[in-house]
């Protein structure tokens, strides 16, 4: 278990990226995270770009895999109005006050991305140690 707050003005993505490859992480998941953003960096569902915004933003939710070999990471934002959207969380997301994370981890598995052949995209491969 890897637990670690992040600071205002950090990148949550970049910093949970640093987080995994710093300990190492082979196979883990988002247990939780709170916290709040100033800048959002999200893609929506089979869209091709991302869309960003500023203002100040409550994180409702992170979820995902992390590992050395990639992370795929989708978050929840709403903002002063409850008004809430989600999607892929993209390198750009700035914390506002804190963002507070823990994410679990095994050993017993590693995770990897590739394309398998079901989908265009990088999926998670689960190798058993």
Sequence with gaps: MYVFRLMPGEDLRKSIEAIVK?????????????GSLTDYS???????????????????????????????????????????IGGHLLEGCKIYTTAEIVIGSTTAYEFTRKKDGTTEWEELQVNEK
């Design 22 to 34: 710093e300990k190492n992480i082979e196979a883990g998941w988002i247990n939780t995270c709170v």
């Design 42 to 84: 999200i893609r929506f569902a089979n869209q091709e770009e991302g869309i960003h915004g500023s203002g100040h933003f409550e994180i409702v939710s992170l979820a995902g895999t992390v590992s050395v070999n990639g992370c795929h990471l989708h978050i929840s934002i709403s903002d002063s109005e409850g008004k809430t």
